[in-house]
């Protein structure tokens, strides 16, 4: 199975910018697809960003043109910058792993990521 260990979360005020880090390990070259999630309290599992083998990214409307998702050369790191933050994408962001390539019909499904991280708190404060 794939570990994933997430950071670069904190605190910042609105307009600001964070970039997280996903470093992956074990059968990591096993993952066609990574990304984020996240969860707010109270909420469901919100899929942000994910980006493929191929570098195909997919964008959560509500991110795009704000954040921007990357994987290294070697396909084991994955980032997400986060610029123009906003108090409504304060939320625990959670790195995800599949085996499978995701489509634009399922790729914000959570139940297609079978590996996760613990994740990393992101607060924006207004």
């Known amino acids: 199975q794939v570990r994933l260990m997430e950071s670069g979360g904190g605190s910042v005020q609105a307009g600001g910018s964070l970039t997280l880090s996903c470093a992956a390990s074990?059968?990591?070259?096993?993952?066609?697809?990574m990304g984020w999630f996240r969860q707010a309290p109270g909420e469901g599992r919100q899929a942000v960003a994910t980006?493929?083998?191929?570098?195909?990214?997919s964008l959560a409307d509500s991110v795009k043109g704000r954040f921007t998702i990357s994987q290294d050369n070697a396909e084991i790191t994955v980032f997400l910058q986060m610029n123009s933050l906003k108090p409504e994408d304060s939320a625990m962001y959670y790195c995800?792993?599949?085996?499978?390539?995701?489509?634009?019909?399922?790729?914000?499904?959570?139940?297609?990521?079978?590996?996760w991280g613990q994740g990393t708190q992101v607060t924006v404060s207004s």
């Open positions: 980006i493929d083998n191929h570098s195909s990214t």
């Open positions: 074990g059968y990591a070259y096993s993952s066609a697809c």
């Open positions: 995800v792993s599949s085996s499978l390539r995701q489509t634009p019909s399922t790729w914000q499904r959570p139940d297609e990521y079978n590996s």
